[in-house]
């Protein structure tokens, strides 16, 4: 048991958080946590309640001699029935209505909210601003209405920010949206709780919730690095878009060829002409994965959203790996 005061558990842990809960970090965070408290209580409250009557009539009806015949109980009491009707629906109904809130609320983002593109595939995320600005970590603007347009590459994921009380499936072939309100500075997880193959468990980011000025800055930075050094890009969007899932740099056979020595070798293919690999090869490999498939391999590559300036980059990155 921790001797620390509360402030400095509230500083280390984040308002709201505790046993249950991980800091009441969105707009959603306060309500949504009231109705589950209420369920809990009510359940438990219920659960008490009849068990101990239970317990008590088992005692206080028991057979007390070998034989005795079971007595007639009374059939029917109008008065008991209609009390153990009426009030668990009145309960219930309330129930109801505040999920139905709830689940409305957060399925209609407000007109003036700030859309973030999320992309997710087997196992990475990857989010862009309005500018056209990407990162693998999702950068947000505290106290402003996010909303988050979403979809797959291969199979169906699901983004859940326990902080912020938001989840969401993201299907293959659609988008699907959530919103929220960050009403908290600071880092908080992010992840798929969508079971999505080998590596779902490592399939984890996080939000950076920071004050509007520090996003703006944040945001500068990313646009500069994504035009510095192509090699480094290169390898920075070789993990952040999921290359490395399949793609290995030092040989070894993954769900895909490794790339090391790829450029310049003598490429065979199971539904085209071989070639010397060049980067009108890698670009097309890119954009079009299924076009050649190299020999020995299945049409598994996913087709991934690229700019330009990122397939310029991959390539040479992978132009270096020797
Ligand atoms: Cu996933």
Redesign the pocket.
Known sequence: MSMLPLAMIQQEYGEGKNFWFHAQASNFAHEYDWVFYFVLYLSTFFFIAIVATMILFLVKYRRREEGEAAPHGPSHNTVLEITWTVIPTILVGFLFWFGFKGYMSQRVPPRDSYEIRVR?Q??VWSFESPGGIQSDVLYVPKGKNIKLRMSSSD?I??LYIPAFRVKYDIVPGRYTQVWFRPTMKGEFHLF?T?Y?GKD?SR?TTKVVVMDSFEFQGQLDKLAEEATSDPVEYGAKLYKSKGCSACHTLDGVKGQGPSWKGLFGMEREFSNAKKLVVDEQYLRESIIQPHKKLVKGYGAVMPVTQLKDRQVDALIEYIKTVK
């Open positions: 997710s087997r196992w199979v994921h699901s798929c969508e999505c779902h399939m």
